[in-house]
């Protein structure tokens, strides 16, 4: 009767490490999924399931506002060719860490995924066309104090910035991507380290 009782019991304690352990894969699993590997901010997955969350809420409030912001580090190429991928790969992180910093901080709806090499989209909510602008100029002034490399601290970047509200809920978001790019292309286009909106 001992016997079984003490097998019986660590039976249990296995059974328990076995629950435990696929718990934990699976919060690993769905953290993996959900954010970019290199930088540990949101990814293009989440950036895509975000999109139908803000689409809900703007159903739910017709008047809401969306903008959608996508960033491109300035001459990346150049870095990552005079410096080293490694380096290239320490100002992605040094930026991304820093931008989700700032967004962390803002009274409002709002976040920053890595939805390319040096591409990074943002979701402002519930901001004007003239407060979402505001907000990301703020950024790129502050971005222009951010030590993005240990080995060359005098070396800074800039970013090319597109800008464009989501006029309603039901825009598909490659429609969306498409209208926020073309304003991209056109920071780019105009000698970058601008924004346009």
């Known amino acids: 009767m001992g016997a079984i009782v003490v097998f019986t019991m660590l039976v249990a304690h296995w059974y328990g490490h076995v629950v435990v352990d696929r718990q934990e894969q699976g919060r690993q699993l769905r953290y993996s999924s959900n954010h970019d590997e290199l930088t540990g901010i949101r990814s293009l997955h989440l950036f895509r399931k975000d999109y139908q969350t803000?689409?809900?809420?703007m159903r739910n409030d017709p008047t809401a506002r969306l903008t959608l912001v996508m960033i491109d580090i300035d001459h990346f190429k150049q870095i990552n060719d005079t410096y080293g991928h490694l380096t290239?790969?320490?100002?992605?992180?040094?930026f991304a860490r820093d931008i989700e910093a700032y967004l962390a901080a803002m009274p409002y709806f709002c976040g920053v995924y890595?939805?390319?090499?040096?591409?990074?989209?943002?979701f402002l909510y519930e901001l004007t066309d003239e407060e979402a602008k505001?907000?990301?100029?703020?950024?790129?002034?502050?971005?222009r104090d951010l030590v993005v490399m240990r080995s060359h601290p005098e070396r800074r970047i800039t970013l090319s910035v597109g800008m464009a509200?989501?006029?309603?809920?039901?825009?598909?978001?490659?429609?969306?991507?498409?209208?926020?790019?073309a304003k991209l292309y056109e920071a780019k286009q105009g000698g970058r380290d601008r924004i346009v909106q």
């Open 54 to 57: 803000y689409q809900g809420m």
């Open 134 to 143: 505001v907000a990301v100029e703020a950024y790129v002034r502050r971005l």
């Open 165 to 181: 509200r989501v006029p309603g809920m039901d825009e598909p978001l490659r429609q969306a991507i498409a209208r926020t790019d």
């Open 114 to 122: 890595r939805t390319g090499g040096e591409e990074f989209s943002v």
């Open 88 to 94: 290239g790969n320490e100002v992605l992180i040094s």
